[in-house]
């Protein structure tokens, strides 16, 4: 079976100081990942994707994630907060034994204090 | 293009009634996804499609029903209504598996009560 588990369901930041969203995921297949992000009353915006190629991976906004097989973690990371950065995020897996299905965490809240 | 579209934006209905979401992308995508979202949730699947005529069950389908007779459209039908099917519905597609991105439409808000 797959899952995701976001560890923190609120973060809370300064504006202008880093940001470290945790996502951990349980998966017996090549995993592909996702972050969403979602704004008040709006639908979800893909940030960045791994897909097996690099580990680094590099999405919208200044945001970028990190894979780690051996961790089994895809944490998601923003050198400098901003606040349009508050809004919830969502870290999705999908396995290639899933095929056309997508798992979701329950979510991380990020608050941006200015 | 217009992306994905959702209709109606908010619904609340009565227990026992019945109503149809709508959800249509102008994209030709495959892949289509009815999801769930129910407060400090994630999305759980309840429906999805990958192309006109075939439809699967998600881990939440009982209750609702799907039809996809053309590429663009993708109706969730809730027969009879229950409070536990209050909760906010987004409608996705994927070009193909390998894309892998999902485009979300922006969420339908229903209340049964």
């Known amino acids: 079976a797959q899952s995701v588990t976001q560890l923190d369901s609120h973060v809370s930041v300064s504006e202008g100081t880093p940001v470290l969203l945790r996502c951990n995921y349980s998966s017996s297949y090549s995993p592909s990942l996702f972050w969403y992000v979602q704004h008040p009353n709006k639908g979800l915006q893909l940030l960045l994707k791994y897909t097996s190629a690099a580990t680094l991976v590099k999405g919208i906004n200044g945001f970028e994630a990190e894979f780690k097989k051996s961790e089994t973690s895809f944490h998601l990371t923003k050198p400098s907060a901003h606040m349009s950065d508050a809004a919830e995020y969502f870290c999705?897996?999908?396995?290639?034994?899933?095929?056309?299905?997508?798992?979701f965490g329950t979510g991380t809240s990020l608050t941006v204090i200015p | 293009n217009a992306g994905v579209t959702q209709t109606p934006k908010f619904r609340i209905l009565k227990i026992g009634q019945s109503m149809t979401l709508q959800c249509a992308q102008d994209?030709?995508?495959?892949?289509m996804y009815w999801y769930r979202q129910d407060p400090g949730m994630g999305l759980k699947l309840i429906y999805y499609?990958?192309?006109?005529?075939?439809?699967d069950k998600g881990e939440v389908p009982n209750g609702y029903n799907v039809s996809r007779s053309t590429t663009e459209d993708f109706p969730l039908r809730l027969e009879l209504a229950a409070p536990s099917q209050t909760s906010v519905y987004f409608c996705?597609?994927?070009?193909?598996?390998?894309?892998?991105?999902?485009?979300f439409g922006p969420g339908t808000r229903l209340t049964v009560t």
């Open positions: 994209m030709n995508h495959n892949y």
């Open positions: 499609s990958v192309g006109a005529g075939i439809t």
């Open positions: 999705v897996v999908r396995t290639s034994n899933t095929g056309n299905q997508f798992y």
């Open positions: 996705a597609s994927l070009a193909q598996p390998s894309s892998y991105e999902q485009y």
